[in-house]
C-alpha cells in the first residue's frame, strides 16, 4: 500500500459540492489509510539519486551567426561559440560564458568580411570579439566607445551609425580585418534627427528618410570626404500613400521607398558621386515577403537574412525584388547567410535549441550539406510546453514551429536526440493533444485528430517515424476527443464510437466498428474511452450511467456484461486497475464484485502530471511553481502529496519521467538539467488477507508473493520480532508450527536504499487436541482388542479429524481412529499418533499399547492315576501368570471320576486309559491360554487296596496349605 502515517481528508457535503455529491453520494474512502490502519509504512516513498546532470551549451542558445569559409561564431546574449569547419565536421575550438553583464550580446552582430572581428553594442558602449589562428577568442570593451550613445541605421552586416547625444553628432562605424574603425561624422542637423537612416558602406553613402512633414517624404543624401559626411543630394516626394520603409540596393544603387500600396517611390543613386541620376516609382517592392512589409536597411547579393519584429527571413534576389525563402522566428533560432568563395557556393547557416546546419541554396530549394546536431554540441533547450511522452515513457517528443525530435536516454543517462525531422508543408507539425502510445515491441503510434504516424525503434537502436496517414476513410477525416487503447495486438479507437484496429507493415487497419445489440445507437456513440481493469477491457458510457466488460474473439468485439457506472463527465486516465474521473475534485472509480464500477474514493489532490509506474504523479504546481509527487494510495485510491529528502529539483523546474528516471529541467537562461535515477519503496500491491496456517505444521511462505518492487531490486527481510516466526533463506517467512492463533507478523523489507515495515496478518487453524489424558491401552494376548481414540481427542473448531493408519504387531490403527486386533507379540507397542483436521493442522502424540500375556503351562504336562485309587492335581503348579495375575482355570473332557474345583482336579478315575485334558486357563486382565495335560489311568491294582490313595491324597492337600501360605 505504501501509505504514510499522513491524513489527506477530503469532506464532500452537497452544500460545497452539490452536483457532485448527489451524484457519488458517499464514497467508500474519503481518506488516506492512518499507520494503525494499514499494512505497510515505507519510511520514504521515493528516492531520486542524481545520475547525470548538463548545462546548456552556448550553442543551443538564440544566437547571431557569422558564417565565414574557415569557421562559424555563435554570440548568445550569455556567451560566444566557436566552431572550426573541417572536412570532419564543425569542431568546437572556444566557448565561454559572460560572468560580466556589460559583456552580453544583442540581437545584431558586425563582422569584418573575414570573420575575425566581431563587434557589438553592449551598455553603452561597444564588445569587440578577436578570433585567434587556432580558433580561440578574447574580447574587451572598446575604449573608444566610452562616449554614451545608441544606434540609429537600419541592420547591415559590418556597419552602423550612433548617435552620441553627449555630442551632438552621428557616427559611423565600420568593422574591417583590422579591427571596427569610424568612416565617417555628421553633425546633428535638425533636419535628420529623428529620421530613418541606412548606412552603405562600400560606397560610404548616408541616407535619411523623413516623414516629418506628411505628406513630403524628405530623402537627404550624404557622402564622405575626409571623414565628414557631405550632402550631395536630396528630393523630396509628395505622396498619399502609408510610409512603410526604405530600402537601399548597393549593388544596383535602387532606394526604394516602399508604401503599403502598390505604388513606390523609386530613386536611383550614383554609387560614386551620392548624387540622384533619376527618381520615379515602381510597382514592385525591393523586399517581398509574405511575413511584413515595412522593412529599412541596406540589401545586396544575391541572398540575404533580414530581421525584422524578432523573425529572420531569407531573401534570393529576383531580378529588382528580394523575396522571401525562408522564415525563422527568434524563438526556434537565428539564420544566416554567407557566400563560400572556395567552394562557389551559396551557404544558409540556420541555427536552433536542436542542431546547427548548413544548406547550400538556390532560390526557394535547399540542400543540407553539413549539420553539428543536438548530441554533438551538448544539452538543446528542452521546453517543457511542448513534450510528450510515450505512455511507457520511453521516448519524449518535442516541437517547436519547426522541428520535430523524439529524445531517448544515451548511455550516459542524458536526454539525446533520436530522431528528428523539419517541419515542413509535407511533413507538418504534431498536435499538441496526441496522444503517443506503444503498439508493440519497439513499436509506437503517434495519433492525433487528422493523422497518424508510426515511430519504429530498429535492432540497432535507430528511431524512424512514418509521414503522416489519414485514418481510415470509413471512420472519417477528423476524430475528435480522440482516445487510444492498445492490448494483446489490437488498437481501440474511441471517437464518437469505438472501432477496433490493427497495425500491420505500419498501416492501420480497420478491422470492425463496434455495434452490439445489448447497446443503443446512442450508447454506442458515447462510449467515451475503453480501460483495462483486472486483464479485462470495459468500454465506458458515463453519459447513460453504464460499463461494458468487452470481449473479443476472432475479431469480432462483443458485450460480455453490461453493469453500471457513476455519471462522471469527464477526462478518464487509466491507473492500476482504476480508473481517475480528472476533474476538481477527482474521481476515483474501481470494480466491485458484480463488475460495476463505482466511486471508492474522492481526492482534491489532482495536480496533473506525468505517471511513473502508475503509482506516482511527478506534477508541477501551477500556483507555487513548486515540483509536487504524489503518491497513489493503493487501497483508497486518493493521491498524497510526497515529501522527498532529497533536493531534486529547483522552484519552477520542468519535470519529465523517461526511461524509469526523472528529467529535472531548470527554467533560467542558461538552462540546465539532472537526471535522477528513481527509486520507490517495495510495496504490497492489493490488501494482504490473513496468512492461513496449520498449527502442528512448520511451514515456509515465499515473501516475495506478497510484495511488489517496481524497480525489480532484490529485497531483504529483517527486525522479525514476531513469536513463532523466523525469516529463512533470507526471504521467506517460516512458522514453527506451535504458535497458535491471529495476529501480525512485523518486519521490515529494505531494496537495497528505502525501507518498508510490513504488517502481514495471519490466522492459525488450532490442531486437534486432547480432551483428556490418553490411558495405557492394554492388549491381551489372544483376545481381540477394541480403542475408540475419538473419545480422547477432538478439534477444537469441530472440524472433522482423521489419524495416520499405522499396523504394528496385528494390532491396527484405522483412518478413524480405531485401534483393533489381537497382538501377535508380547513386546509393548509404541503408535506415533499424527491427527489432522479437515484444514491441515497436526496434533502428535504417542499411545502406548502394552501386551498383557496369557498364563503358560511352566510345569510337566504328562500326569499318571489309576483306576480305583483317588487321584488330585493343582493346576496352579503347572499352568502360571508372568505378571503373577490371577488365574482362573476351567478344564474340558475330563475322564470319568475326575472334577475340577477351583484350580485342582480331583477324584477316583473309574476306568484306565490315556486322556488328553483341554485347560483354559484366563488371567485376571483377560489373557487367556489353553493348555493340553496328558493323563494317563493305569488298570486297578488289586493287591494294592485302597489305603494308599486316601494316604496320598491326604499328602496332596498338605502340600496345597502350605503353598498358599
Given amino acids: 500500500m505504501n501509505i504514510r502515517n499522513v491524513a489527506v481528508f477530503v469532506l464532500l457535503t452537497a452544500v460545497v459540492y452539490p452536483s457532485i455529491a448527489s451524484e457519488h453520494l458517499t464514497p467508500l474512502y474519503t481518506s488516506v489509510l492512518s499507520a494503525e490502519e494499514s499494512q505497510v509504512q515505507s519510511k520514504e516513498q521515493l528516492a531520486l ?16 551567426l557569422v558564417a565565414r569559409n574557415t569557421h562559424v561564431v555563435m554570440v548568445s546574449e550569455r556567451g560566444v561559440s566557436v566552431l572550426e569547419r573541417t572536412e570532419q565536421g564543425l569542431i568546437k575550438r572556444h566557448e565561454e560564458f559572460f560572468n560580466v553583464p556589460q559583456y ?20 553603452n558602449g561597444f564588445v569587440e570579439l578577436k578570433i585567434n589562428a587556432d580558433f580561440s577568442a578574447s574580447h574587451k570593451m572598446l575604449s573608444s566607445s566610452s562616449t554614451s550613445g545608441y544606434a540609429t541605421s537600419a541592420i547591415a552586416s559590418d556597419s552602423f551609425v550612433i548617435y552620441r547625444y553627449n555630442e551632438s553628432r552621428y557616427v559611423a562605424y565600420q568593422v574591417t580585418n583590422l579591427g571596427l574603425t569610424q568612416v565617417g561624422e555628421l553633425a546633428a542637423i535638425d533636419e535628420i534627427r529623428n529620421t530613418n537612416l541606412i548606412f552603405n558602406s562600400k560606397d560610404q553613402i548616408l ?12 530623402v537627404i543624401i550624404f557622402k564622405t570626404q575626409n571623414g565628414i559626411f557631405k550632402e550631395t543630394a536630396r528630393h523630396t516626394f509628395t505622396t498619399d500613400y502609408s510610409f512603410s520603409g526604405t530600402v537601399y540596393d548597393t549593388d544596383t544603387g535602387r532606394l526604394v521607398i516602399q508604401s503599403y500600396t502598390n505604388s513606390h517611390h523609386l530613386l536611383q543613386i550614383n554609387s560614386s558621386s551620392g548624387t540622384i541620376e533619376s527618381v520615379g516609382t515602381t510597382p514592385h517592392r525591393l523586399v517581398e515577403t509574405n511575413y511584413y512589409s515595412d522593412f529599412s536597411g541596406v540589401v545586396s547579393g544575391n541572398y540575404l537574412v533580414t530581421n525584422r519584429y524578432q523573425t529572420s527571413t531569407l531573401l534570393y534576389r529576383d531580378g529588382n525584388t528580394f523575396r522571401e525563402s525562408k522564415r525563422l522566428d527568434s524563438y526556434s533560432g537565428t539564420m544566416a547567410t554567407h557566400f563560400n568563395s572556395q567552394t562557389g557556393q551559396q551557404e544558409y547557416w540556420k541555427n536552433s535549441k536542436w542542431a546547427l546546419q548548413m544548406f547550400s541554396v538556390n532560390q526557394g530549394a535547399t540542400e543540407l550539406i553539413q549539420e553539428r546536431t543536438a548530441k554533438q554540441r551538448g544539452l538543446p533547450l528542452l521546453d517543457r ?24 536516454l544515451d548511455v550516459n543517462k542524458l536526454p539525446a536526440e533520436a530522431y528528428s525531422h523539419e517541419i515542413s508543408e509535407t511533413n507538418g507539425s504534431i498536435g ?42 470509413s471512420l472519417g477525416y477528423h476524430l475528435s476527443d480522440l482516445q487510444l487503447k492498445v492490448k494483446d495486438g489490437y488498437v481501440y479507437l474511441t471517437s464518437y464510437g469505438l472501432a ?18 445489448t447497446l443503443t445507437t446512442q450508447e454506442h456513440q458515447n462510449i467515451l474511452a475503453v480501460v483495462d481493469l483486472n486483464g479485462d477491457l470495459f468500454a465506458l458510457m458515463p453519459a447513460f450511467g453504464k460499463i461494458a466488460k468487452l470481449k473479443l474473439t476472432d475479431g469480432q468485439l462483443s458485450i460480455e456484461k453490461v453493469g453500471t457506472m457513476p455519471n462522471v463527465n469527464a477526462p478518464f486516465r487509466e491507473g492500476r486497475n482504476r480508473v481517475f474521473a480528472v476533474h476538481y475534485p477527482e474521481s476515483v472509480l474501481v470494480l466491485d464484485a458484480d463488475q460495476n464500477l463505482k466511486i471508492s474514493a474522492i481526492s482534491n489532490t489532482s495536480v496533473d502530471g506525468d505517471y511513473y509506474q502508475k ?28 515529501t522527498l529528502s532529497s533536493d531534486c529539483c529547483e522552484p519552477g523546474a520542468s519535470m519529465q519521467v523517461i526511461d524509469s528516471h526523472l528529467l529535472s529541467i531548470s527554467n533560467g537562461n542558461r538552462q540546465s538539467l539532472k537526471v535522477f535515477k528513481i527509486n520507490s519503496a517495495p510495496y504490497l500491491p492489493t490488501v494482504v488477507s490473513p496468512i492461513l496456517l496449520n498449527q502442528g505444521v512448520s511451514s515456509e511462505v515465499a515473501l516475495a508473493g506478497f510484495l511488489q518492487d517496481d524497480e525489480a531490486q532484490p529485497l531483504s527481510y529483517s527486525g522479525l520480532s514476531t513469536s513463532g516466526f523466523t525469516i529463512a533463506d533470507g526471504n521467506k517467512l517460516k512458522y514453527d508450527g506451535v504458535v497458535a492463533g491471529k495476529g501480525n507478523v512485523l ?28 490411558p495405557t491401552v492394554v492388549a491381551n494376548q489372544n483376545a481381540q482388542l477394541l480403542f475408540d481414540l475419538n473419545d480422547y481427542i477432538e478439534d477444537p473448531e469441530g472440524s472433522a479429524i482423521s489419524f495416520q493408519p499405522q499396523t504394528m504387531q496385528g494390532i491396527q490403527l484405522s483412518k478413524s481412529g480405531l485401534v483393533s486386533g489381537t497382538a501377535s507379540g508380547l513386546q509393548a507397542m509404541t503408535f506415533a499418533l499424527k491427527v489432522t483436521d479437515k484444514a491441515g493442522a497436526v496434533f502428535a502424540t504417542n499411545l502406548i499399547v502394552q501386551v498383557n500375556a496369557a498364563p503358560a503351562l511352566t510345569g510337566s504336562a504328562s500326569l499318571s492315576a489309576k483306576v480305583g485309587q483317588s487321584f488330585a492335581i493343582d493346576l496352579n503348579t503347572l499352568i502360571t501368570d508372568a505378571e503373577k495375575h490371577k488365574i482362573s482355570l476351567a478344564a474340558s473332557t475330563l475322564p470319568a471320576g475326575l472334577n475340577i474345583s477351583g484350580a485342582v482336579i480331583s477324584g477316583t478315575p473309574t476306568s484306565s486309559g490315556s486322556h488328553n485334558i483341554q485347560i483354559t486357563a484366563t488371567d485376571e486382565l483377560g489373557a487367556r491360554s489353553q493348555v493340553s495335560l496328558s493323563l494317563n489311568i493305569a488298570a486297578e491294582d488289586k493287591k494294592s487296596g485302597g489305603s494308599l490313595g486316601w494316604a496320598w491324597l491326604a499328602l496332596l492337600l498338605l502340600a496345597r496349605a502350605r503353598r498358599q501360605h
Fill in 500 to 517: 477496433v484496429l490493427q497495425l500491420k507493415n505500419d498501416v492501420l487497419t480497420l478491422i470492425r466498428k463496434f455495434n452490439d445489440p
Fill in 615 to 642: 503509482r506516482f504523479k511527478i506534477a508541477r504546481s501551477f500556483q507555487t511553481h513548486q515540483p509536487v509527487f504524489l503518491l497513489n494510495d493503493d487501497v483508497t485510491g486518493i493521491w498524497q502529496k510526497l
Fill in 104 to 123: 552580453n550580446g544583442s540581437q545584431q552582430i558586425f563582422a569584418s568580411p573575414d570573420g575575425k572581428t566581431l563587434v557589438w553594442p553592449a551598455g
Fill in 207 to 218: 541616407i535619411s528618410s523623413s516623414t516629418n512633414n506628411w505628406p513630403n517624404v524628405a
Fill in 385 to 408: 510546453s511542448t513534450m510528450l511522452s510515450s505512455d511507457d515513457n520511453r521516448l519524449v517528443l518535442i516541437q517547436d514551429n519547426m522541428r520535430v525530435v523524439l529524445l531517448a
Fill in 432 to 473: 499538441y493533444n496526441s496522444q503517443f502510445v506503444k503498439v508493440g515491441t519497439d513499436k509506437y503510434l503517434l495519433a492525433e485528430s487528422t493523422s497518424y504516424r508510426v515511430v519504429n525503434i530498429d535492432a540497432d537502436g535507430k528511431v524512424t517515424m512514418t509521414a503522416a496517414k489519414g485514418w481510415p476513410q
Fill in 747 to 774: 518486519l521490515t523489507v529494505s531494496d537495497g536504499e528505502l525501507l518498508t515495515d510490513l504488517k502481514l496478518p495471519f490466522q492459525v487453524n488450532a490442531a486437534p487436541a486432547l480432551i483428556k489424558a490418553l
Fill in 49 to 64: 539519486t542524481e545520475i547525470a546532470s548538463a548545462s546548456q551549451s552556448n550553442e543551443s542558445m538564440s544566437n547571431q
